[in-house]
């Protein structure tokens, strides 16, 4: 199991741009499905990316098409959220997950193994 810390949240404004980083501490990072999620305020958490073990299965929910970009330097143990275009429904506490992924190829968290502690986005109008 690894244990996950996310940076990178902050206050922007609508139209901007921020990236996320999860370092995780652990062994076998590249072993490990790596999605991000987030949970705005009265909300429940909902998928936002995820990206296989290897990193060649990416899936993003549609909310995030076109807009985030997500990566993961296994050589750093470290996943990236790239967002852009940022609005005001973007706000939430955004958090990554971990999955061990198995003898399947796929880019989606079903059953986490660990979950980081959350970083806050802030989008301001």
């Known amino acids: 199991q690894v244990q996950l810390v996310e940076s990178g949240g902050g206050l922007v404004q609508t139209g901007g741009s921020l990236t996320l980083s999860c370092t995780a501490s652990?062994?076998?990072?590249?072993?490990?499905?790596l999605g991000w999620f987030r949970q705005a305020p009265g909300k429940e958490r909902e998928f936002v990316a995820g990206i296989s073990a290897g990193g060649a299965a990416i899936n993003y929910a549609d909310s995030a098409k076109g807009r985030f970009t997500i990566s993961r330097d296994n050589a750093k143990n470290t996943v990236y959220l790239q967002m852009t275009d940022l609005k005001s429904e973007d706000t939430a506490v955004y958090y990554c997950?971990?999955?061990?992924?198995?003898?399947?190829?796929?880019?989606?968290?079903?059953?986490?193994?660990?979950w980081g502690q959350g970083t806050q986005v802030t989008v301001s109008s």
């Open positions: 997950a971990s999955e061990w992924q198995g003898a399947v190829t796929r880019a989606t968290v079903r059953s986490p193994d660990s």
């Open positions: 652990g062994r076998a990072f590249n072993r490990y499905i």
